[in-house]
């Protein structure tokens, strides 16, 4: 059955109404949001399941001269979430009129009579409203109130502590996005439009697809062993480079340059998903272009051996 975004929490189809909803940012849609959602369907089995989260994230709102720390964009978490079997997605726009909104408002005109709903569930964490006043115990006396369920959910923790999307992005700094992968349930990919390059790869015997990271975390800069999911559905094994190239380029933007084995074709403008599955070496600098070009050869022989060694089908949530 196919899920529906829904972006306007003031004009919700009739048809999207009465549905069971977890609350929540969803960055990164990891093993803990799953057994969210999880647990709140199998509290109410026979009601459709439905997401209640915020684009932007509220930290680029509050914070924005952070650096970029998402793990998941709308499209990859839209994905991700349709795959935990939700069927809607209410997406909401965070920003300075909605962050004034106080967590009465937001039960009451929001999730009661903006969206129907008629179960929610969230953790034992979760804060809402302006100045994030609302919390549990508010949210299970407002609900009672209004008729609506609440399953306040444990969060599911491993010998490390609860799962998050704090600690999946210090892994994927730290350069392990195999532990990542483990913990989202999937490994992680990064969802952008093929940009024009300055075609070095090429001449380098090398093309790559360029790639901003823009709003995305930043992992360990360096080369990895990658799957690339293209707007078709083909998957293609390929190898990546992310970092500021410093042997033919000394700027400060780092970037996803990526090269698909045994592909060739005109990918610029096409949107792919580059999912990071192991770090092949650490970013560096080479005593020329004939020495960078022999490495390349050697990265694409690593990465190719890993890849046929390594099944990548998505992990099951545990729950």
């Known amino acids: 059955m196919k899920a529906h975004l829904h972006t306007d929490w003031r004009n919700i189809p009739d048809s999207a109404r009465g549905t069971v909803a977890a609350l929540g940012n969803f960055d990164g849609v990891h093993l803990g949001h799953a057994h969210l959602v999880h647990a709140l369907h199998a509290a109410r089995p026979e009601r459709e399941l439905a997401v209640v989260t915020f684009e932007p994230h509220p930290r680029e709102l509050f914070r924005p001269q952070d650096p970029p720390f998402r793990l998941t964009l709308p499209q990859e978490r839209f994905a991700a979430l349709s795959a935990l079997g939700v069927r809607h997605v209410f997406q909401i726009g965070f920003d300075r009129e909605f962050s004034a909104m106080s967590a009465e408002e937001f039960v009451t005109r929001v999730l009661h009579e903006g969206l129907g709903l008629h179960h929610v569930a969230c953790g034992m964490d979760f804060a809402f409203g302006h100045r994030r006043r609302g919390n549990v115990a508010f949210l299970t006396e407002r609900t009672a109130e209004l008729g609506i369920g609440l399953s306040v959910v444990p969060p599911l923790s491993d010998a490390l502590g609860p799962y998050s999307s704090s600690r999946i992005r210090r892994l994927l700094q730290d350069g392990y996005p195999e532990r990542a992968a483990e913990e989202l349930g999937r490994p992680w990919s990064i ?88 770090l092949l070496r650490a970013e560096r600098r080479f005593d020329g272009l004939d020495a960078l070009k022999e490495q390349i050869a050697r990265d694409c022989t690593q990465a190719m051996a890993y890849l046929s060694t390594h099944e990548f089908a998505p992990i099951s949530a545990r729950t």
Do not use: W
């Open 191 to 278: 969802r952008g439009v093929v940009q024009h390059g300055d075609k070095r790869g090429r001449l380098l015997g090398f093309p790559t697809a360029n790639i901003a990271l823009g709003r995305h975390l930043e992992p360990a800069r360096g080369v990895y062993a990658v799957s690339v999911r293209m707007a078709d559905g083909q998957v293609c094994p390929g190898v990546a480079n992310i970092g500021r190239r410093p042997t033919i380029n000394d700027g400060q933007e780092s970037r996803l340059e990526v090269h698909l084995l045994g592909f060739s074709g005109d990918l610029y403008g096409q949107t792919l998903s580059v999912a990071l599955h192991t």
